[in-house]
């Protein structure tokens, strides 16, 4: 379960040595209702559902003031 810790803008970024590429990406965000994410999550392809059942979708980040 997320916490709410009342922050409305992220960033992510990931970065691919191999490629020598870095992906940076930054936005607003607000919390849906458990009902629209159900109804998110069944719709994406079964793969997907898999994959995002089987691995880790939430980690506790640091917080830089």
Request: positive net charge; contains cysteine.
């Amino acid at each position: 379960m997320l916490q709410n810790w009342g922050y409305k803008k992220v960033l992510a970024g990931s970065n691919w040595q191999s490629c020598g590429m870095q992906v940076r990406v930054e936005g607003s965000v607000e919390k849906v209702p458990e009902e629209e994410s159900e109804k998110y999550f069944h719709s994406r392809p079964r793969g997907s559902q898999l994959g995002a059942i089987v691995s880790k979708q939430v980690g506790t980040l640091l917080v830089r003031d």
